[in-house]
């Protein structure tokens, strides 16, 4: 270790096979060197060498052997030349014998000097390394300290404990205490750096959240040879669990020193050699003695007994047997009866024990008071009280006579029962609870209880139960004096059950029940008043002013003069019908009905009435007429439009042929234009009428309001005047929206129109799109609307605008504002059974002289792309196919047949389903089933279809009605698949409606209804 660093890697093994071969050459030169008295200075180089290696023999070894071998080479080199002195030889053998001596002495002393420190110190570092690495591996934090106190040394659990580096925490270890514990933190480390005694403190190091736990620091001094200290050796370690533990079982001995302190038994505890181990205050005081001359003594030293007394047999008897007993006898040292308890433990015993001097007595005096009792009236019933008077078993220790007359119980049967056994399925619960409350502070108590005799009759007992102390103030039984008082009861019993039946009425009713004292002029009021009209009873004014300031004021004269009539009259009963305000401002109308009660004299003294809100009746009323009314237009339009229908096909399939056949008679074209615009007309009266009564077929598809709002804005522009501007807005990102296109446009055309008529000298015309979600909340206040997302389309003007009672009448059809012969009144009330047919709502805004808004909300489409325009209609062309006409009305029948066969096809007729049935049996080559949904003879237009399809799969099919009923219209929408051709209709689309069935690719059936 002190050879150079290159040297220091060779083997120490390997330097002294090489410093023994030095020896061997060195010593061989002796033998042929004439000059051999320079030999022995060679061997220092091998001693040299030899010191590279560790071990102290070895070089000393070599250095002897390299001495030895120069005198031993002095005999074996040749002699030296003739004339050359010999003493020169020996004198150089000597010298190179003292060079070698004095190398290894200065080996010795210096190099040895230095190998030491060098060793200390190497030995040292090893240590501090083994010891950091030791405080790495222990569960705790380790630190060193100078003799003077400063640390110098930290385990990097310090980082992981306080969140800051090593270096920090050695720089500012203090700032890492809690500030309530650095200064006797610091106290106590400079005692043990001045005393040299071994530290340890308890403190709150802070943890990285900033909070602080509890650690306990020890550190121990190393000491020199001297005693002096060297270093500080110290640890510390999370101590929060066990302060916890610490605090947790010091709390819990403490509250089990309370338990054993407060117990009301006197307890002590013995060991095995009958030593009093614990004793707590009430047992010292019974034994006359204190807690701390009882213990560590023999039982019968400590408390003044004889070693074989009956105490003393007992323990001895239990602690052999190992089997508690009990037992009661006379204590001599004290005088009193003991009533004893003995327990085995592992330990030993525990004895609990009772001075029952004092009830033994009584006892006696129980006698004494028997004889004196038993002629009362009233009840005398004693219990035991013991240490804990809510027991749920108090033992009966005496009844006096009546108790035996009036519960039918013997004497023999009561004592030792419990009060209990007078209790039965009626006995208040609560009043027993109330008496355990009362028990439970040893207070008197005053009840009234339902008891049962013995043949379990029930009958009412007031009770007065008040504690009995003995001489010591301890309570030890329990006196009831009880009288029958089930008269009493069965009177006021009577009088409550009156006064409840009226209280239960108040509460049952929906109506707010009053109670009017005319003498004091005072007013009641039930609930009710705080649920109807949402005042509470006990903040409105006391008198009569409660109900007249709430009255509304357009009817309040009258109301008052009517009831005053009453009341100043002889009549026993009033009732009105007028408008109550209710606290949120809203004019409720109620019926309100009083019972006038009179005196002897007839003078009105009280009045009792009930106050019923009517006003959800009449909403309901309005909206169930609203519905009959549309039911009745639904079920007159139903009846009216088929055969009115077939009639209007009839009247324009002719006026076509008519106007065609008298083209170039210019006043008979003209009757057939009328007659076919008349027809129309009818037409499109029946369609508005279906519409509202919300029974037209509709076929809904995902529509994209912008696109189609945009595709009639050309034909809106025409219809308006030109005074009028059109502003069309249209939202981004519009959902596509499940509605019927067609009936949709004719709906924006109607509200287009009714906007132009409420501008005859101009203005403007908003429409809009949006997207809109309706939520609970609003479907809360308006009926018919289903929660969810809709698009919205309003239709805004600035004309004349309506007041609230002609727009709530708007909707009604034939109701119109307008001048006889300017409209049908059927505009706005089609308009808005098309919304409700099409599942969606309809709101109207509007104000004299501020215009009119109408939004029209459909419901969101499930689809995420429009539905395809329908194709172009195909021009009225003819074909040769073979078509079965089934229509029930001669009329019809017969006009379809002939423009059918004016195109060129084939045609079959059938007046009814099953004949029908029969032709399309018996036929083979139908191309085409074109027949009437409604028919007579128990087979629809539908069911025909179903059977012919089933007969005829390839057979298409294509329906015509003048009202569908549910036949092929479910939910107010055409059925999948379904072709429809609603009359009345022209011969045109008549034509290119066959030609486009015809033409379609076969499809599969229908979907059944």
Known sequence: MNAPHLLSRIPEHAIRWAAGLGLLLVFATDFFTLLGFAHGFLYLPVLLLAMFQSRRGFIRAITVLAIAGTWVGLATSPPPPTGFPFGYVVGNRAGA???????????????GLVLRERLAHENER?????????????????????????????????????????????????????????????????????????????????????????????????????????????????????????????????????????????????????????????AAALLGQTQATMRGRKIWDSCGLDEHCPFVDRYRQVLASQTPAQFQDWFAPRGRWLDVRIYPSARGLAVYFQDITRAREERQELLLLRSAVSRLNDIVLITEAGAQPTADDPKIVYVNDAFTRLTGYDREEAIGSTPRLLQGPRTQRDELDRIRAALERWQPVRAELINYTKAGEAFWLELDIVPLADDDGRYTHWVAIARDISERKRTLETLRVSDERFQLVTLATNDVIWDWDLVQDTLWWNAGLLTRFGYPPSS???????????????????????????????????????????????????????????????????????????SERRELEERLRQSQKLEAVGQLTGGVAHDFNNLLTVILGNAELLGEQVAGQPALR??????????????????????????????????????????????????????????????????????????????????????????????????????????????????????????????????????????????????????????????????????????????????????????????????????????????????????????????????????????????????????????IQATADFDLL???????????????????????????????????????????????????????YRRQDMAAKVRRVLDEAVAGPPPQA
Request: aromatic share 8%; hydrophobic share 40%.
């Open 930 to 984: 074109f027949t009437d949904v409604v028919m007579p003879g128990g087979m629809s237009g539908r069911v025909l279809a179903d059977a012919a399809r089933a007969a005829r799969p390839g057979l298409k099919v294509l329906f015509t009605s003048g009202y569908t009923e549910n036949a092929i219209v479910h939910h107010g929408r055409l059925d999948r698949g379904v072709h429809l051709l609603s009359k009345p």
């Open 540 to 614: 409105v004014e006391p008198g009569p002013e409660s109900w007249i300031k709430r009255i509304h004021a357009d009817d309040r004269e009258r109301v008052l003069a009517g009831i005053h009539a009453a009341i100043d009259g002889n009549a026993t009963d009033w009732s009105d019908e007028y408008r109550f305000l209710h606290a949120d401002g809203r004019a409720a109308i109620v019926v309100d009905r009083g019972f006038i009660i009179r005196d002897d004299a007839g003078r009105a003294v009280r009045m009792v009435g009930s106050m019923l809100d009517l």
């Open 126 to 282: 090893a240590r501090q390394l083994n010891f950091e690495a030791l405080a790495e591996s222990l569960p705790l934090h380790v630190w060193t300290a100078t003799p003077a106190g400063v640390v110098d040394f930290a385990g990097s659990r310090i980082e992981t404990i306080t969140g800051v580096s090593r270096a920090e925490a050695l720089a500012n270890w203090l700032d890492l205490l809690h500030p309530d514990d650095r200064a006797p933190t610091v106290e106590r480390w400079q005692h043990s750096v001045a005393s040299g005694e071994p530290y340890e403190v308890e403190f709150r190091l802070r943890t990285p959240d900033g909070g602080y736990v509890w650690h306990l620091a020890r550190a121990v001094p190393e000491r020199d040879a001297d005693g002096r200290v060297t270093r500080w050796f110290g640890s510390s370690i999370d101590i929060e669990h066990l302060r916890q533990l610490r605090s947790q079982t010091e709390d819990l001995a403490e509250r089990l020193q309370e338990t054993v302190e407060s117990i009301t038994d006197a307890f002590f505890t013995l060991d095995t050699d009958y030593r009093v181990t614990y004793v707590n205050a009430r």
């Open 670 to 919: 003209r009757l057939a234009d009328m007659t076919m615009t008349a027809a129309s007309r009818g037409a499109e009266l029946t369609h508005r009428l279906l519409a509202f009564a919300r029974r037209q077929a509709l076929e809904p598809q995902a529509v994209d309001l912008n696109r189609l709002v945009a595709g009639i804005d050309a034909m809106l522009r025409r219809t308006l005047a030109a005074d009028i501007d059109l502003e069309i807005t249209r939202a981004g990102g519009l959902w596509l929206a499940d509605v019927d296109p067609g009936q949709l446009e004719v709906a924006l055309l109607n509200l287009t129109i009714n906007a132009r008529d409420a501008m005859p000298g101009g203005g403007s015309l908003t429409i809009e799109t949006a997207n809109a979600t309706l939520d609970d909340s609003y479907a809360d206040a308006h009926q018919e609307v289903t929660p969810g997302q809709y698009v919205l389309v309003s239709v805004s003007d600035t004309g004349t605008g309506m007041t609230p009672e002609i727009a709530a009448r708007a909707i009604e059809p034939f109701f119109t504002t307008k001048d006889v012969g300017k409209g049908s009144g059927l505009g706005l009330s089609m308009v808005y059974g098309f919304v409700k047919q099409s599942r969606g709502h309809i709101k109207l805004y509007s104000e004299p002289g501020h215009g009119t808004t109408v939004k029209l909300y459909f419901p969101r489409a499930a689809a995420s792309q429009a539905g395809a325009p329908p194709p172009p209609a195909p021009r009225a062309a003819g074909g040769s196919e073979h078509i079965l006409v089934v229509e029930d009305n001669a009329l019809v029948r017969t006009s379809l047949v002939g423009q059918l066969e004016g195109l060129g096809y084939r045609v079959t007729a059938a007046e009814n389903g099953p004949q029908a049935l029969a032709l």
């Open 97 to 111: 014998s003292l060079a070698l001596l004095a190398v290894y002495l200065v080996y010795r002393q210096y190099f």
